[in-house]
C-alpha cells in the first residue's frame, strides 16, 4: 500500500536567445513578420523574468478608403504596402510590488501571486499614415482558490500619434464618417481594470 516517487529535475537554461520567423497568409493578406527575443528567468536571482522582444516585418494591407485613382502597383493584392516594427519588455515578478515583507509572508504561496510589468512601442508605415504607439501596463495576478482567478491592472496607459498622408486626411474630411474619423486619430487613454475568472475545470 506505498508509493516510491522519485523526481529528477533538470535545472533550465538561465539565458535564451531566440529568432521566431512567421508568414501569414488571412484573407489573402500575405505577411512576412519575425521577432527576436531575449529572456532571463532569474534576472535578480529571486526567479524574476525578464523578456525583451523586437519584432518587425511587412503585411499586404487593403485600402482603408477609396482614393483617387493611382499607380497600378498600389492596387496589387500581393503589394507589401505596410511595415511595421517595434520593441517590447515584459518584466514579471513572483510576488505582488510593492508589499511589505510582513505582508508577503502572511499570503499563501498558493495564490500563485505574481506582478507583471509590460512597456510595447510600435512604429507602423503604410500608405495612408504613419503611426506610433506606446502601451504601459502595471498589474497584479493572484488565485483565490483552485476555481478562482483575479487581475488586477492598477495602469493601463496607451497613446497613439497618426502622421496623416494629406490626401487620407482629405478624404476621411469628405466621407464624414465619425467612426472612421475617431479610428484613425490620435487617442490618449489611462484606466484601471479589474477582471474576474472562474472556472470549474479544478472544482473537484
Do not use: C
Request: without cysteine; charged residues 20%; glycine residues 4%.
Amino acid at each position: 500500500n506505498q508509493l516510491l516517487v522519485t523526481y529528477h529535475l533538470v535545472p533550465m537554461k538561465r539565458q535564451t536567445f531566440t529568432i521566431e520567423p512567421r508568414i501569414t497568409n488571412s484573407n489573402s493578406i500575405l505577411g512576412i513578420m519575425g521577432s527576436v527575443n531575449y529572456s532571463n528567468k532569474n534576472l535578480f536571482r529571486g526567479a524574476q523574468k525578464l523578456k525583451i522582444s523586437f519584432i518587425g516585418g511587412f503585411e499586404s494591407q487593403p485600402r482603408i478608403v477609396d482614393t483617387e485613382a493611382g499607380s497600378d502597383d498600389q492596387n496589387k493584392a500581393w503589394n507589401l504596402n505596410t511595415f511595421e516594427w517595434g520593441p517590447s519588455i515584459e518584466l514579471i515578478f513572483p510576488k505582488l510590488v510593492p508589499m511589505t515583507a510582513k505582508i508577503q509572508a502572511t499570503s499563501s504561496k498558493r495564490a500563485y501571486p505574481s506582478t507583471v510589468f509590460d512597456l510595447t512601442v510600435n512604429f507602423q508605415k503604410r500608405y495612408e499614415f504613419s503611426r506610433r504607439l506606446a502601451h504601459f501596463s502595471y498589474e497584479w495576478n493572484f488565485k483565490q482558490d483552485k476555481t478562482q482567478e483575479w487581475k488586477l491592472k492598477w495602469v493601463n496607459f496607451n497613446f497613439v500619434k497618426l502622421d496623416k498622408e494629406p490626401f487620407f486626411e482629405q478624404k476621411l474630411i469628405e466621407l464624414n464618417d465619425p467612426f472612421l474619423m475617431n479610428s484613425y486619430s490620435d487617442h490618449f487613454s489611462l484606466y484601471n481594470q479589474l477582471d474576474y475568472h472562474y472556472t470549474n475545470q479544478f472544482s473537484n
